[in-house]
C-alpha cells in the first residue's frame, strides 16, 4: 500500500541554511590566532550532534596547553559568526519545498540538535519564523540527535504518525536520529558534510533543487 505523507521535518543548521561553514570558519580563526589548526577531520565528525557530542573549549585547550576563558571564546565566536552570517539565506530549493508543502496541506516542522537560543533568532533573519507548525530544539528534549527524542516531540506536535512524516537531513547523525525514530529520511549533505556516508539513509540528494518535493514523494511512497 503507497505511503501518505502528511508532514516533512527538516533539520535546521546545514539543511535550512548554512551555519556550518560559517560555525566552522569562526572557530578555525579562532584557533590559528592561537598559532594552533582546527582541520575538518576534527570537525565534521560532530556535524548534527549538537554542542555535547564535542567541546571545543577543552580541544583548544588541549592543543594551547593553557586554560581557555569560555565567555570571552563565545564572544569571539559570536562576533565572527555573526559578520560571517549576516546575508545569510534559505539553502537552494527550501522555500520550494515548503511552498510545496503548504499546497498538498501538510504540516510541516523543524527537528534540531541546536539551542532554542541559536535556532529561532535565525529563522526570524531568514524569514521563516512563522512558517512552520513545531520548532523542537535540543533544549526541549534534553538531547541531541542521533537520540529520537526530537523527531518523536516534532511528530507529535504535528499529530501525525513517524510513517506519515518525511525527515530531511544534512548529517549522518541527523539521519541516525531520524531512523531511530522510525522516519525515512532524505539525506542532503551539506559543503562539509558530503564525503560523508549516508548508506543508513533513504535516499540521498546533493541538493532540495534538485527534485521537486512532488517527484520525491512519490518516489518514496
Not at 525515512?184 to 535516499?203: E, F, N, Q
Amino acid at each position: 500500500m503507497p505511503r501518505t505523507f502528511k508532514a516533512i521535518i527538516f533539520d535546521f543548521d546545514g539543511l535550512i541554511v548554512d551555519t556550518e561553514v560559517p560555525e566552522y570558519e569562526a572557530w578555525l580563526s579562532i584557533f590559528r590566532s592561537y598559532g594552533v589548526d582546527l582541520p575538518l577531520s576534527v570537525w565534521t565528525p560532530h556535524i548534527g550532534g549538537g554542542s555535547e557530542s564535542f567541546d571545543i573549549y577543552d580541544h583548544l585547550a588541549e592543543l594551547t596547553g593553557k586554560p581557555v576563558d569560555r565567555d570571552e571564546m563565545r564572544s569571539r565566536r559570536r562576533a565572527a559568526f555573526d559578520k560571517l552570517f549576516e546575508d545569510a539565506a534559505p539553502l537552494p530549493g527550501v522555500e520550494n519545498y515548503i511552498a510545496a508543502a503548504r499546497e498538498r496541506g501538510m504540516r510541516l516542522g523543524i527537528a534540531s540538535s541546536s539551542p532554542r537560543r541559536w535556532v529561532h533568532p535565525k529563522l526570524e533573519q531568514l524569514g521563516l519564523a512563522d512558517t512552520f507548525d513545531t520548532v523542537v530544539c535540543a533544549d526541549d528534549v534534553g538531547s541531541a540527535k542521533p537520540d529520537p527524542a526530537s523527531y518523536r516531540k516534532a511528530v507529535s506536535d504535528l499529530g501525525v504518525t513517524p510513517d506519515e512524516a518525511l525527515a530531511l537531513e544534512d548529517s549522518p547523525t541527523g539521519v541516525q536520529g531520524a531512523k531511530n525514530a522510525g522516519l525515512l529520511c532524505v539525506a542532503v549533505p551539506g559543503t562539509l558534510t558530503r564525503d560523508r556516508s549516508y548508506d543508513h539513509a533513504d535516499m540521498r540528494l546533493e541538493s532540495l533543487a534538485d527534485m521537486p518535493l512532488a517527484e520525491l514523494l512519490e518516489a518514496l511512497s
